[in-house]
């Protein structure tokens, strides 16, 4: 019988150092991968982002800066633009996606896509914007207001859009 199991069980089985070696191992190597993961999902949204903004008529290297590509994804459906800044306080990232996926909502009307569209959007953002950021596309601003909602506070359709300085 193991003095160290009393019980039988095999509960223990040796080295402290062994079982805490193994658990800061294995830690280690999920936050890795999650980096990783985090890092890879980024630059998909990054990267479809640019393609749907250059097609509505926004500078594409906005994509890549954090906050502020949000900001311009909730000005292109109509939605205020500060809302992007509730991502950093807690339950706050809860209130910004819902007035972005009523953006997403617009913004896919532009596109002369339903509402059954926005479920795409909601589980894979990055494909949604790939999608209407190919050249399959055709954007145009007026079908959101003709669906009586206002213009988009960016871009294409937007009032203060100035075409002659778009890139």
């Not at 991502?87 to 059954?116: D, E």
């Not at 894979?124 to 954007?139: D, H, Q, T």
């Amino acid at each position: 019988m193991d003095p160290y199991d009393p019980d039988g069980y095999g509960a223990y089985s040796g080295d402290p150092g062994l079982f805490i070696a193994a658990y800061f191992g294995i830690l280690s190597v999920i936050i890795l991968f999650s980096f990783m993961v985090a890092i890879a999902a980024y630059v998909l949204t990054a990267l479809s982002l640019m393609s749907l903004f250059r097609k509505v008529g926004v500078r594409p290297w906005i994509a890549w800066v954090p906050f502020y590509n949000r900001w311009v994804w909730l000005q292109l459906g109509g939605q205020q633009g500060w809302l992007a800044l509730l991502g950093i306080i807690p339950y706050g990232g809860i209130v910004s996606a819902i007035f972005l996926y009523i953006g997403m909502y617009r913004t896919g009307l532009a596109f002369g896509k339903t509402g059954g569209f926005l479920v795409l959007g909601i589980f894979l953002p990055f494909v949604w914007a790939f999608i209407l950021g190919s050249r399959a596309e055709v954007y145009r601003p007026e079908l959101i207001t003709a669906a009586g909602y206002g213009p988009p506070l960016v871009g294409y359709g937007s009032a203060g859009y100035n075409y002659a300085n778009a890139w």
